[in-house]
Structures are given as structure tokens and as C-alpha cells.
């Protein structure tokens, strides 16, 4: 079993910056990727980001140019950096890794971190 604790949401103001941080721990073989989401309720889950351990990203269009999404070499820490951040940001971010082994591929999912945006 792999762990994925997240940590650094928070209250900040329109325009202002966090960083997330996601970290994973347990039975980990080799994280091969790892992504951001975040879920509002009442509306679909939205994947925010994704980086590949070769470091190919990807982005939501609503986050591209804002959100910067990183992961140490071993791929168990990953980040968020969300700049410029809007009220529409609110959300509860939540990380999940894919953890692949001989035995196949296994997505973990952590509880999330709630991100509010407001004056």
C-alpha cells in the first residue's frame, strides 16, 4: 500500500500564491506519475495537472500559465505552485500517483487539502 498525504491549502486572497505538497509513503515500488485534481461539490472532479517521471506536464486550460506542477526525482513529493489565484480556485486538491510494479499498475489516492480563495 502506498500512502499520499497532501498539505499547504489554506485561505488566501484573490491573486495571492500556494504551494501544495503531496507526499508519498509505504509500499511504494516506482511511481511513474503523478496528478493534481481538485473537487468542488456538486460539480465533476477536474484533473488540474500531471507530470510524467521523464517530466512531461500537462495542465487543465483553467491553470495553464498559473499552476506549475513539480515532483522530486524519486517522484514521492510532488507540488503545486498556484499563482495568481482566483475565487474559482476553490476547491479540495487531492493528489493521486500511479505506482507500477510487475505485477501491474495500482492508483492511490490521498484525502486532499482544501484550497479557499476569497477576499
Known amino acids: 500500500q502506498v500512502q499520499l498525504v497532501e498539505s499547504g491549502g489554506g485561505l488566501v486572497q484573490p491573486g495571492g500564491s500556494l504551494r501544495l505538497s503531496c507526499a508519498a509513503s509505504g509500499s511504494i515500488f516506482s511511481i511513474y506519475a503523478m496528478r493534481w485534481y481538485r473537487q468542488v461539490p456538486g460539480k465533476e472532479r477536474e484533473m488540474v495537472a500531471t507530470i510524467i517521471k521523464r517530466g512531461t506536464t500537462h495542465y487543465a486550460d483553467s491553470v495553464k500559465g498559473r499552476f506549475t506542477i513539480s515532483a522530486d526525482n524519486d517522484m514521492n513529493t510532488l507540488y503545486l505552485q498556484m499563482n495568481s489565484l482566483k475565487p474559482e480556485d476553490t476547491a479540495v486538491y487531492v493528489c493521486?500517483?500511479?505506482?507500477?510494479?510487475?505485477?501491474?499498475?495500482?492508483?492511490?489516492w490521498g484525502q486532499g487539502t482544501q484550497v479557499t480563495v476569497s477576499s
Open positions: 493521486n500517483a500511479d505506482d507500477v510494479s510487475p505485477r501491474g499498475k495500482t492508483t492511490y
